[in-house]
């Protein structure tokens, strides 16, 4: 009887010690491809769909017929889609689906936005609204069609930012649209932040202001940063100059960098940069990625390369650069980035042939970037350094 009982307790306990799995609490559309109304790929979508912490992006040829598409989507572990995208629908307009975590607690509302209007070539920064909390703003361009349509083609780093608490407003936050641009007109402002304690704990002590042509992937940005900017959008056109207005004043703190091993230094005597530029990338070589933080700049599938010299300046100056096709324009980086990049990232000595026929078929994507800190994605830079930007213009070969 004596051993029975201890049989039993010793079950009952094992039985106490195993727990079962906490459902995911995860609420996330992961992967996302267009289909025809014959549950076939396509093919009047250009380039990559973007996929932002709360819509789906995509651009496609004119002539798509968007009143008979379907999704297929990849959802986080355990998580379901309302309603259901693999039912051809019509997509002229913005559609709307929710998608539900696993354990049913969680709840995101996605927008599906299939864009038939080529990427603009003149930025104005004059919209923008809040994100779905209303705690930081987002940036778009309109476009007028049939109807007016907003493109929301800039990202930032504003939604990692979000994850510190240490922005209380938008206002606060490393990027923002400000008043008195040019010609009286609104401009961005992208401004180095401190972190705060959330950063010191990661080892990610600032947050550069930015902006760019893309999309940020918010559940990569403490885990895998610089994979967390994707870089570009497709682009049908040769382009030949980047030209706008900037201001810069760098920060007057000490200038904080990472050592080899991850831990936070000051680099004494260092200024800190700002940063402009524009890359002309193919995307088709890519298998459906996009350039990110590692290889934007050094990647073998660039084809030209735009890049401003930015300068302090206390009032908006103009600035215009050529596209540079051919040899690679030399990157040299400083010891304190050296340590933290894998070479493998660097592409040959020769950048890629453009190409008509590839240009046409929307098999290169544009990036255009701005920062207030030059090496900010590796969390390096100077709190307070402002980089101000306004009327910028990608001029074509027509």
């Given amino acids: 009887?004596?051993?029975?009982?201890?049989?039993?307790?010793?079950?009952?306990?094992l039985g106490a010690c195993i727990q079962s799995e906490p459902?995911?609490?995860?609420?996330?559309?992961?992967?996302?491809?267009?289909?025809?109304?014959?549950?076939?790929?396509?093919?009047n979508i250009k380039g990559n769909i973007i996929?932002?912490?709360?819509?789906?992006?995509?651009?496609?040829?004119?002539?798509?017929?968007?009143?008979?598409?379907?999704?297929?989507v990849t959802l986080t572990e355990g998580a379901s889609i309302s309603p259901d995208p693999s039912k051809v629908m019509d997509y002229s307009q913005t559609r709307k689906f929710t998608v539900?975590?696993?354990?049913?607690?969680?709840?995101?509302?996605?927008?599906?936005?299939?864009?038939?209007?080529?990427?603009?070539?003149?930025?104005?920064?004059?919209?923008?609204?809040?994100?779905?909390?209303?705690?930081?703003?987002?940036?778009?361009?309109?476009?007028?069609?049939?109807?007016?349509?907003?493109?929301?083609?800039?990202?930032?780093?504003?939604?990692?930012?979000?994850?510190?608490?240490?922005?209380?407003?938008p206002q606060e936050y490393p990027t923002v649209s400000i008043e008195n641009g040019i010609d009286g007109s609104r401009a961005i402002k992208l401004e180095t932040k401190?972190?705060?304690q959330f950063g010191e704990t990661v080892k990610m002590p600032i947050a550069a202001g930015n902006l760019f042509l893309g999309s940020f992937d918010v559940n990569n940005a403490v885990q895998k940063p610089l994979?967390?900017?994707?870089?570009g959008l497709p682009f049908g056109k040769k382009p030949l100059q980047l030209k706008g207005y900037y201001k810069y004043?760098?920060?007057?703190?000490?200038?904080?960098?990472?050592?080899?091993?991850?831990?936070?230094?000051?680099?004494?005597g260092q200024e800190d940069e700002g940063d402009i530029y524009a890359v002309l990338y193919e995307a088709a070589e890519l298998d459906g990625q996009a350039l990110d933080g590692n290889n934007v700049l050094t990647s073998e599938n660039i084809v030209a390369l735009a890049r401003v010299?930015?300068?302090?300046?206390?009032?908006?100056?103009?600035?215009?650069?050529?596209?540079?096709?051919?040899?690679?324009?030399?990157i040299d980086w400083p010891k304190f980035i050296q340590d933290q990049r894998d070479p493998s990232d660097d592409g040959t000595d020769e950048y890629l042939p453009f190409k008509e026929k590839k240009m046409k078929n929307y098999e290169y994507n544009l990036a255009v970037v701005f920062t207030s800190s030059k090496y900010g994605a590796y969390f390096a830079g100077s709190v307070g350094s402002t980089l101000c930007i306004d009327k910028v213009e990608i001029v074509c070969e027509k």
């Avoid at 009887?1 to 306990?13: D, E, I, S, T």
């Avoid at 459902?23 to 093919?43: V, W």
């Avoid at 696993?102 to 994100?131: A, M, R």
């Avoid at 010299?309 to 030399?330: C, L, M, N, Q």
């Fill in 1 to 13: 009887m004596k051993k029975c009982f201890l049989y039993l307790l010793m079950v009952g306990g």
């Fill in 23 to 43: 459902l995911n609490a995860e609420a996330d559309i992961t992967a996302c491809k267009i289909l025809n109304a014959k549950g076939l790929p396509e093919t």
């Fill in 51 to 72: 996929i932002n912490n709360a819509q789906v992006l995509a651009q496609a040829n004119p002539k798509i017929d968007l009143t008979n598409l379907a999704l297929q």
């Fill in 100 to 169: 539900t975590s696993q354990d049913g607690n969680w709840h995101k509302e996605y927008s599906v936005i299939i864009d038939t209007f080529d990427l603009p070539f003149q930025y104005d920064f004059e919209h923008y609204e809040l994100n779905e909390t209303g705690k930081y703003q987002v940036f778009f361009e309109e476009t007028q069609g049939t109807a007016l349509f907003k493109q929301y083609i800039w990202a930032s780093g504003n939604s990692g930012f979000a994850l510190t608490g240490v922005g209380r407003n």
């Fill in 194 to 196: 401190s972190t705060g």
């Fill in 227 to 231: 994979k967390a900017t994707r870089f």
């Fill in 249 to 268: 004043t760098p920060g007057t703190q000490p200038f904080k960098a990472k050592d080899k091993n991850g831990n936070t230094v000051t680099i004494p």
């Fill in 309 to 330: 010299e930015v300068e302090k300046k206390d009032e908006f100056t103009a600035f215009h650069v050529d596209f540079h096709y051919g040899s690679r324009i030399p």
